[in-house]
């Protein structure tokens, strides 16, 4: 899936910004640097919740001087009335009391003091995350427990890797964890938090949420996963909290019913083979499947690759292969620039050959283009390879901004730098991207250049396909974010200020699928990145096309 961006005149960089920001508050969960804006929204309205509270307490404290003056006053005048209002001051203040006193007491009682509360919540609201941000954010809690084999009590105590801010959940918090699962018929991640629920009620975790409720879901979303005893087992602890449930009663009637057949069901069945006899058979069946057939069955799946290169497990390189990667000191060819002061640079793969720069982007570089990108960052997009369209897709969490030179002198100097040390042409490269990804941002795995069956996927900017790939790391990640090549086994993880570099395509002009990478969720942390796409035309000097296919 591919995003396109080419730089755009002056004129119509103008115009488009002067359109009013339509999205500018939406998909929250998809950047981590939209979402500190939000944590100032938050910081203000309890400014103002406070301020609130202080006038209520206030207009009480004020009731309360009212009533212990007049409960004194009336204990002593009921004692004896008339003497009491034998002296002409104490009727006339009766009659000013009733008359006035107790009307401005009404008045001061039915005051309101939520106005400025209530004004400012209205106002900010509209900044708020929608229900797609509060379930995009669960489900990529959900995503980063599958990917990072965390379980849900590691996650409920905030024991990850690299913290520093430890926040656990109550069980109020796990329970609409589950109910967004549930609500997406996702039975499996429903148990693990109900679970979870029930395991903090159970260890006295006060709340109000009944085990009832907690139970209720549990063993439906276990009978829906097949397992039909532990659904019977839940049902009955929980008509043994509350006898009269009557979902529960004839859930117990229905599993009890189901369970019976299916014992049935097993004592008709003829009598299963034996364990020699299964091994036999299937050792049978697999001669007689072709070779290369049950070559692909072995193969470890993609998902299965790109996971386990997240966690940093997977495929290692041979040693012989590893003794073949170096460091240097780099000028590309006595580059003028980088005589006097070469770039650190390093081996990260050997094929496809990726390399690492470091100390390529300087701190107030990176804050600058940080800076520049924030206001612009949108939810990043995919090319429909179908309908060309752009869309959103869940499988792509990150919001990304566009920069060129008439954004600041500086992204010039960072685009010359990459020609400086790549040798390739970038009058013909896409425009800077910069992109920030959200709570358990990723981009699974995924081709940077167009495929034979994708023709048309460059063809409006007329620069050819994608013959490389140039990606900034602008911040380091405590945990999670690397950048993996599940077909290769490789994994690069982020280093703040260092980039690195692979080539897309060969000498000839033709794919190299090897290259197929993904941005592993983000389990802890913030990541920043921004890469440059750079195209084939204007490359035929620098880049002399091959004689052979892969040369």
């Excluded at 991640?189 to 679970?195: G, P, Q, Y």
Aim: proline fraction near 5%; glycine fraction near 6%.
């Amino acid at each position: 899936m591919l995003s396109i961006r080419m730089e755009l005149p002056c004129w119509c960089l103008l115009l488009l910004s002067c359109l009013p920001s339509l999205s500018a508050h939406s998909d929250f969960f998809t950047s981590i640097g939209h979402m500190t804006d939000l944590l100032y929204t938050e910081k203000d309205l309890v400014t103002s919740l406070k301020d609130y509270i202080r006038a209520e307490e206030n207009k009480l404290e004020r009731l309360k001087q009212w009533a212990d003056k007049l409960d004194s006053l009336s204990a002593t005048a009921t004692q004896d009335p008339e003497g009491f209002l034998g002296h002409p001051v104490n009727a006339f203040k009766l009659m000013k009391r009733l008359n006035t006193e107790w009307g401005d007491l009404e008045s001061l009682v039915l005051s309101d003091t939520t106005d400025g509360f209530i004004s400012n919540l209205t106002i900010q609201r509209q900044h708020f995350p929608t229900d797609e941000d509060q379930t995009g954010a669960a489900k990529a809690l959900l995503r980063l427990q599958d990917t990072y084999k965390l379980d849900s009590n590691t996650i409920s105590t905030g024991n990850l890797p690299g913290v520093k801010h430890k926040s656990p959940m109550t069980v109020e918090d796990c329970y609409e964890l589950a109910k967004i699962a549930y609500s997406e018929a996702d039975y499996y991640h429903t148990e693990l938090w109900m679970e979870q629920a029930l395991k903090q009620l159970d260890g006295g975790e006060e709340s109000t949420l009944d085990r009832v409720t907690v139970l209720d879901y549990l063993s439906y979303a276990i009978y829906q996963q097949g397992e039909l005893k532990r659904a019977l087992e839940y049902t009955k602890k929980l008509l043994e909290l509350d006898p009269e449930h009557q979902r529960a009663k004839g859930n117990l009637k229905y599993f009890e019913f189901q369970l019976e057949k299916q014992k049935k069901a097993e004592q008709d069945e003829p009598p299963k083979e034996t364990k020699q006899e299964e091994e036999d058979a299937a050792k049978e069946a697999k001669k007689k499947k072709p070779r290369k057939e049950r070559e692909t069955i072995q193969l470890i799946p993609e998902r299965k690759k790109y996971e386990m290169l997240c966690r940093g497990e997977g495929i290692k390189m041979t040693p012989r292969r590893a003794s073949r990667l170096f460091c240097r000191y780099y000028d590309n060819n006595h580059n003028p620039k980088y005589v006097l002061s070469p770039i650190k640079q390093q081996d990260e793969w050997d094929r496809p050959y990726i390399v690492r720069y470091l100390d390529v982007l300087s701190h107030d570089e990176i804050e600058m283009v940080k800076k520049l990108a924030k206001p612009r960052l949108r939810r990043a997009t995919i090319s429909n390879p179908i309908t060309g369209v752009l869309e959103t897709a869940s499988y792509r969490i990150s919001k990304s901004a566009w920069l060129t030179g008439y954004d600041h002198p500086d992204i010039d100097k960072i685009n010359q730098r990459i020609e400086d040390l790549t040798g390739l042409e970038m009058d013909t490269a896409e425009e800077l991207q910069v992109a920030n990804y959200g709570v358990g941002g990723q981009y699974e795995p995924h081709f940077d250049f167009g495929r034979k069956d994708e023709p048309d996927a460059f063809k409006e900017l007329g620069t050819g396909n994608r013959i490389a790939t140039w990606l900034f790391y602008m911040s380091d990640v405590a945990a999670g974010g690397a950048t993996v090549f599940p077909d290769v086994g490789a994994a690069i993880w982020p280093k703040k200020g260092s980039a690195v570099f692979w080539y897309n395509l060969f000498p000839s002009g033709e794919g190299d699928y090897s290259t197929r990478h993904a941005a592993c969720p983000v389990l802890v942390g913030n990541k920043w990145v921004s890469n440059k796409w750079i195209h084939e035309r204007g490359q035929e000097w620098r880049r002399p096309c091959g004689l052979n296919e892969t040369e």
